[in-house]
């Protein structure tokens, strides 16, 4: 049976108030709002408090209470759209109703609204469809003033069209087209219906009521919506919640209550250990986040009357067939959210991706950010990391044919203008100097490269996938290049922005100046929402940032330096001081911003660089100081901040989704999770694979407030050597153990040089389990059918371990391979440059010759005249006498200077050649022995080979050793300043 402590019905963890208790635009605690709806939804319906005339309408502070909204605000910063109200009221008429209430008093959950508003003392019980809702008031049976009861809706855009039907019944329709942003036509279409009859219908202004007789004590409305039609509305309205669907709200209630159940139950917490203050408050926040991950990008897709799914595109207009998302920004959540949906919800996420990609279809980009359509805000093509993520994680569901045209079209486009906020603004500047100079008019220029430039290492990894996959030789050529060059200029940017002397990444200009007007704490000109510590520390490429550094010990003091350093500010380019700097002060961890996604992979890159256990105390102080039962450190952007939570409290996290598949090992904060996977056999994956049913199971059996760092990891009772594991390995299900300080003796520390962990038992299509199935029987099985079924069953793990074991040699020799190629391609390159400095040795070994020579015939020439002068008289040409032996000795020592450079120079000719023969027998030799680059990729992988693909690169590039001490002894020889193979710079301090 269940355990005690098990959470049963993890709904009832929500706190849908969570992040409105705030003062948005001065100090945000979340900015959200308790969205009732369906996940991913359609529509989503609030509480209105304020009059509506801001995008902050509502306040978990405020007590009055004017409308139930039907909103699709996806922050406060991006603005509403397409929003009507509707409501209860009792006594005269009005198009501004108040009333009041206590909104922690009601109960506000994914699947409900219900809540008592005075001084009437009306209920008003809201649950919602996809594409609509139910509302049922519940009017007091009491009523003195005889006061008149209605049910009212609003539209700020228009009038509806509201009659009384034959049957005595209400029906009002109507649309609105409040739209921000590019988006074609769009408009919004509503139907609304009582259940109840009615006396008439009321009218003021935009608002429309249904009137009941005064008696009245229940009415329920049934409301549908479409982005299409009158029509299509009417389609959701019978499919979802037309009488004969849902006789009653609470049949929709069951309804709407279970799909949350069952999506927040894929992340069972089957032992969240003792139940006390301390684990009540994880457990809320832990459902919160994972309800707000499950919230946006909203699907804006229908299914029409012949049953097919359709939308009506934002991007391009018109009616398009397929799924369509919105309401998202990827600055954001590309960090956390799409992660988390990879990891819990493959089956989901693969919709959302192709939804993203009809977005493309129809407007010809990824979206930046999206409400509805293209709307110009943050920084970065970080779509591309998301589909590229899709991709190399092999997510089910999505035309990778058109992803890879979308993210092909970021990398190397610019922005098209029209206010879009897509492609790459500066591209051309970008790509030729690996930066965007700070003057050259762009922006946020050392972030938004650094954006830029972890896109191009995603879609990197992508292409590199593809390139494999690809059964066209062209194409995996094309992606190869593609790949090859995405991942030079990604390097290439962190490469040439950072700045040695402050440890930071600086503006730079064309001419390679950095910017002379530096201050590290400042905030705006080259930055987004943020400073220099705040956009230094990519992790696309962690290992390269570590030699950008001088090493991984010189990366980590600098990322204990930003803890430490006071959180102070000066507000630079901004002007003023705003919200988020606020917040980061107050988060108290130096300069390190939890409040804003920017620094949310910092903590984690510690256990990257050896120190998990920096790690694990970082990441739960703020987990217990960052989060709280009804706050954020910040704005919560679209179930970012939530997402964080949730993959921290699971222990595993994706510091750089796209470009590595790896997820760092971090401190669970429940004894045991289960995440459970449907099955999939309608949805292969990339392999044409059917998924299985499976489960991956988290345990940290001694966890707790105090023990929360990690001895060690064991995958299925194997240790892990790294900090990380694959996804390709936990996502078919197994068995994660965190062993905590308390559990164990000392152990050897992780290595972060060592590769992924990769698992013994890889999946292969099956489950994992064994292919024969067995009844029951009435009596016991036989001994000798209990060992042929653990022989069958250790075959198959043999089978499956030869399998795993094959991949990874393959993956290593693929590696060897394009490490050969490189080493050759610099060999060809270095023995050019030897032939080259052989022959200006030759000519310059001739002109010293020749100069010798001339210098050897003056010589003769004055002695001759020196031994005539001495048979004259002395005392008549003695002074001419003394000139020319001064002449003469000058003359020697040159003689003898030019006679020892001709000697170096001979040396060092012989020198030359010496080593020109040896590199054309060696490379002879290596050519003619299977080496790696001519004989990899045909070598074999059987136990009975005896050729090592590893020791023949041992002495390959001992060789390249070799040849570069070589060149070495002649530049240092040389001295000369021209010397091509002089170092232009100090290059001692990469490891």
């Known amino acids: 049976g269940k355990l005690s402590n098990a959470v049963e019905d993890p709904e009832e963890f929500v706190n849908l108030l969570a992040g409105s208790f705030t003062d948005g635009q001065r100090f945000s605690t979340g900015n959200t709002l308790p969205l009732v709806g369906r996940p991913w939804g359609f529509n989503h319906w609030a509480p209105q408090t304020t009059n509506g005339r801001s995008s902050w309408w509502f306040s978990g502070n405020d007590h009055q209470f004017r409308w139930i909204r039907c ?24 198009s501004d109703p108040i009333g009041f209430w206590e909104p922690r008093g009601a109960t506000i959950k994914p699947h409900l609204f219900d809540t008592t508003t005075g001084p009437d003392g009306m209920r008003i019980e809201l649950v919602p469809s996809m594409h609509g809702a139910m509302m049922r008031v519940t009017f007091p049976a009491f009523n003195p003033s005889n006061n008149e009861k209605r049910i ?27 739209v921000n942003g590019n988006a074609h036509g769009f408009r919004h279409y509503i139907r609304a219906v009582s259940d109840e009859k009615i006396d008439r219908v009321d009218r003021v202004g935009g608002v429309s009521c249904f009137s009941y007789p005064r008696n009245q004590v229940k009415a329920t409305v049934r409301v549908a919506t479409s982005f299409i039609s ?89 009616v398009r067939a397929g799924p369509c998302v919105t309401d998202n920004g ?49 920084v970065g093509t970080y779509g591309d990391v998301v589909v590229s993520d899709a991709i190399v994680k092999k997510i089910p569901g999505f035309e990778v044919s058109t992803a890879w045209e979308a993210i092909h079209k970021d990398s190397f486009n610019d922005e098209p203008g029209g206010h879009m906020g897509v492609g790459k603004a500066g591209y051309r500047h970008y790509d030729q100097y690996k930066y965007i100079p700070s003057d050259v008019g762009v922006s946020e220029m050392v972030s938004r490269s650094l954006d830029f430039a972890f896109a191009d290492m995603a879609v990197s990894k992508a292409a590199s996938v593809l390139a494999k996959e690809s059964s066209s030789l062209g194409n995996s050529q094309r992606f190869e290049s593609d790949a090859q060059k995405l991942k030079d200029r990604s390097l290439a940017v962190q490469r040439n922005l950072y700045d040695s002397q402050s440890g930071l990444m600086r503006p730079k200009s064309r001419n390679g100046h950095f910017d002379s007007n530096f201050v590290p ?14 956009h230094s520390f990519p992790s696309y490429a962690v290992k390269e940032l570590a030699l950008v550094h001088g090493g991984r010990d010189n990366l980590l003091r600098k990322l204990h330096e930003m803890l430490e350093t006071p959180g102070s500010f000066q507000v630079g380019g901004y ?143 194997d240790r892990i050597t790294a900090p990380v594991v694959l996804d390709e390995n936990i996502r078919h299900g197994g068995t994660l153990r965190f062993v905590m300080e308390a559990e164990s003796d000392p152990m050897q520390p992780y290595d972060v040089d060592a590769p992924p962990y990769v698992a013994s038992h890889q999946y292969n299509g099956g489950g994992g389990g064994s292919a024969i199935s067995s009844g029951e029987s009435s009596g016991s099985s036989s001994g000798s059918s209990e060992e042929a079924a653990q022989a069958i069953s250790e075959l198959a793990n043999f089978k499956r371990a030869s399998i795993a074991l094959t991949g990874s040699l ?139 693909p590893m020791l023949e690169y041992i002495s390959y590039f001992g060789f390249l050793m070799a040849l570069f001490g070589c060149v070495w002894a002649l530049s240092s020889s040389s001295g000369g300043s021209n010397s091509r193979f002089r170092r232009s710079k100090d290059t001692s301090h990469i490891v």
């Open 71 to 94: 909103t699709h605000q996806p922050s406060p910063w991006i603005g509403d759209y397409a929003w009507f109200m509707m409501g209860p009221q009792m006594g005269g008429l009005t």
């Open 152 to 178: 009212c809706f609003k539209n700020e855009d228009g009038s509806w069209d509201a009659r009384q039907r034959n049957d005595g019944t209400g029906e009002l329709s109507g649309s609105t087209g409040r």
């Open 230 to 318: 009158l029509d299509q509305a009417e389609v959701s309205f019978n499919r979802e919640i037309s009488p004969n669907k849902h006789s009653t709200i609470d049949s929709l209630l069951v309804e709407a209550q279970s799909e949350w159940r069952e999506l927040l139950n894929r992340v069972e917490v089957v032992d969240a250990g003792d139940m006390n203050e301390d684990v009540t408050r994880h457990l809320t926040v832990f459902y919160t986040g994972l309800w707000r991950a499950l919230t946006f990008p909203r699907r804006i897709d229908e299914v029409d009357a012949s049953g097919k799914l359709v939308h009506f595109s934002p991007y391009g207009g018109g």
């Open 330 to 378: 990827f600055w954001d959540t590309f960090r956390t959210v799409y992660p988390l949906l990879g990891l819990i919800y493959p089956d989901k996420l693969g919709d959302i991706i192709q939804g993203w990609l009809n977005a493309f279809k129809a407007g010809g980009w990824l979206p930046g950010w999206a409400s509805p359509g293209y709307r110009e805000s943050m």
């Open 521 to 534: 704490n400042r905030w705006g000109g080259g930055y987004t929402e943020g400073s220099a510590w705040h």
């Open 575 to 717: 002007g003023q001081e705003i919200h988020e700097m606020t917040e980061m002060r107050a988060v108290a961890m130096g300069q390190y911003g939890h409040n804003n996604q920017p620094c949310h992979h910092v903590l984690y890159m510690f256990a990257l660089l050896g120190e998990h256990a920096s790690t694990a105390e970082y990441v739960r102080h703020v987990m217990n100081h960052a989060y709280g039962v009804d706050f954020y450190a910040g704005d919560e952007d679209n179930g970012e901040m939530g997402s964080w939570f949730v993959l921290s409290a699971l222990g595993l996290y994706s510091v750089a989704p796209g470009a590595t598949t790896e997820y760092v090992l971090g401190s669970p904060l429940f004894r045991h999770v289960s995440i459970h996977y449907p099955s999939l056999d309608a949805v292969p994956d990339l392999n044409g694979k059917a998924y299985e049913p499976r489960t991956l199971h988290l345990v940290a059996a001694g966890t707790s407030s105090k023990n929360y760092r990690v001895r060690e990891c064991l995958w299925n009772g």
């Open 810 to 948: 393959q993956e290593q020799v693929e590696t060897y391979s394009h490490a050969a190629e490189e080493a050759e391609e610099k060999v060809k390159q270095l023995t050019e440059e030897l032939v080259a400095e052989k022959q200006a040795r030759a000519t310059e070994t001739s002109s010293l010759q020749s100069a010798i020579q001339e210098q050897s015939r003056e010589i003769k020439d004055l002695e001759s005249k020196i031994e005539s002068m001495d048979s004259a008289d002395s005392t008549n040409h003695g002074g001419g006498g003394e000139d020319l032996q001064q002449e003469l000795l000058k003359l020697k020592t040159r003689l003898e200077s030019e006679v020892n450079e001709r000697k170096r120079t001979t040396i060092l000719l012989n020198m030359l050649n010496d080593h020109n023969e040896r590199l054309t027998s060696l490379n002879e030799a290596a050519l003619s022995s299977n080496t790696p680059h001519t004989g990899i990729k045909s070598h074999t992988l059987s136990s009975s080979s005896t050729s090592s």
